[in-house]
């Protein structure tokens, strides 16, 4: 079947504008995982869902970063008021659900924040 | 000291050499372990899972795990220009539920 989707593949917004990225997740997956990769660097986990249940929020920066997954299905990772170290490229991954099992990643996001 | 840590490199091999890359961990109760291809530009791409110590081969790659030691690694026999990519080792830590650890990543570039 079809991997996982993310639109839009780039994003340039103003500072202080509120943009939001969505994720659609390989069908059946039960985990949903959002990350942040910076240039070089390997991806930094920023939060997970069971279904519609939003697990851990753990590693998003902020309080301006939000996500969701009301039906347990997409999910939206939005930020407010972006600044200009919110430049980055966001991957979402999705897995079957139980421990162990590998992610799968989405082509990601590149968001530029000028 | 990161929780999961690699060589950034780059690593040069000539193309046909083997190539080895090395990823250590710090949490000792960790069970999965992952290694993801990621081209420039592009998304992770899983390539390899281990949960057992010892080796596990799978065509051109054999990844090998050594719980004791806290060590996991990627052998790419035979290499191609085609492998040059950033390698990422992903480690599922035992206090994170599902959620994996990376490491930064270590280039390689095979020179033909």
């Known amino acids: 079947g079809a991997g996982v989707s993310q639109s839009p593949r780039y994003k340039v917004a103003k500072r202080g504008q509120d943009v939001a990225l969505r994720c659609d997740p390989i069908?059946?997956?039960?985990?949903l995982f959002w990350y942040q990769q910076a240039l070089g660097q390997g991806p930094e986990f920023l939060t997970y869902?069971?279904?519609?249940?939003?697990?851990?929020k753990s590693g998003l920066p902020s309080d301006r970063f939000f996500a969701e997954r009301p039906e347990g299905s997409v999910s939206t990772l939005k930020i407010q008021r972006t600044q200009q170290e919110d430049s980055a490229v966001y991957l979402c991954?999705?897995?079957?659900?139980?421990?162990?099992?590998?992610?799968?990643f989405g082509d990601g996001t590149r968001l530029s924040i000028l | 000291q990161k929780e999961v840590e690699q060589n950034s490199g780059p690593l040069s091999v000539p193309e046909g050499a083997i190539a080895s890359l090395n990823c250590t961990y710090s949490?000792?109760?960790?069970?999965?372990f992952f290694w993801y291809r990621q081209y420039s530009g592009k998304s992770p791409e899983l390539i390899m899972s281990?949960?057992?110590?010892g080796d596990k081969e799978d065509g051109r790659f054999t990844a090998q795990l050594n719980k004791a030691s806290q060590y996991v690694s990627l052998l790419i026999r035979d290499s191609q220009p085609s492998d040059s990519a950033t390698y990422l080792c992903?480690?599922?830590?035992?206090?994170?539920?599902?959620?994996?650890?990376f490491g930064g990543g270590t280039r390689l570039m095979v020179k033909p």
């Open positions: 949490d000792r109760g960790s069970q999965s």
């Open positions: 991954a999705s897995s079957l659900g139980t421990q162990g099992q590998p992610q799968h």
């Open positions: 869902f069971q279904n519609e249940a939003q697990l851990d």
């Open positions: 069908s059946g997956h039960v985990s």
């Open positions: 992903a480690v599922n830590m035992p206090w994170a539920g599902n959620m994996l650890t």
């Open positions: 281990i949960y057992s110590n």
